[in-house]
């Protein structure tokens, strides 16, 4: 597998959470819900504390991944050079500025060059990136670089599409605002026709995005 230069990802290792990660964690949430007058003793609140500590160990998990588990050796010398698709990944991360979710689905594209990778590493690649504190623009070129250093391909493309829970809650409180993404490397950004047939692929038997 090429070395990927995980500092460039935000990637760390896997470590499992020391005592203190929970207690900081349930110690902020407890005096959350205080500020908002609210007991974090009676009976409902009282374990939403740690509740919340291990939902965000899973939902900001995409900082602390084993690349080379994700990958699996899942990389094959193939003599193939026509264009590779891989529509509609659903994923779902957290807003970070409002630590709200925002939700949607993922097209990646790649034409090869000598190498391929499994199928099912795509959708892991998107999570990876989708578990953490992110903004759309930054996850939609993180993908798109990640799988070009893994690939080294002739171009790599990604189309996200999500709608996103701080427009629809809060501020604006817009029902039916999405909000579509895309990075275009390679031969998707120097030939028009490349590019023109990717986003053919993607939409002809996919519907809008909606939530």
Do not use: W
């Not at 990604?158 to 579509?180: F, P, Q």
């Amino acid at each position: 597998m090429p070395e990927i230069d995980l500092a460039k990802y935000q990637i760390i290792e896997k470590k499992p959470k020391p005592p203190e990660y929970y207690a900081k964690v349930e110690s902020a949430v407890e005096s959350i819900l205080e500020a908002f007058g609210d007991d974090p003793q009676r009976e409902g609140l009282k374990n939403t504390p740690k509740r919340v500590a291990r939902m965000y160990e899973e939902l900001l998990g995409g900082y602390c991944t084993d690349v080379d588990r994700l990958v699996n050796d899942a990389l094959f010398n193939v003599e193939y050079d026509e264009m590779v698709v891989v529509r509609d990944v659903e994923f779902y991360s957290l807003c970070e500025h409002h630590m709200l979710p925002f939700i949607g689905r993922a097209h990646v594209a790649y034409i090869p060059k000598g190498k391929v990778i499994g199928l099912s590493k795509i959708p892991r690649i998107v999570d990876m990136f989708a578990r953490r504190l992110q903004v759309q623009e930054r996850m939609t070129r993180q993908i798109a670089d990640f799988v070009g250093d893994l690939l080294e391909p002739q171009g790599v493309a990604v189309v996200i599409e999500a709608v996103h829970l701080c427009a629809r809650m809060r501020g604006v409180k817009n029902h039916d605002v999405g909000m579509t993404t895309s990075t275009m490397e390679g031969s998707f950004r120097t030939n028009p026709a490349t590019r023109q047939e990717f986003l053919d692929n993607i939409s002809r038997t996919s519907a809008p995005f909606r939530l």
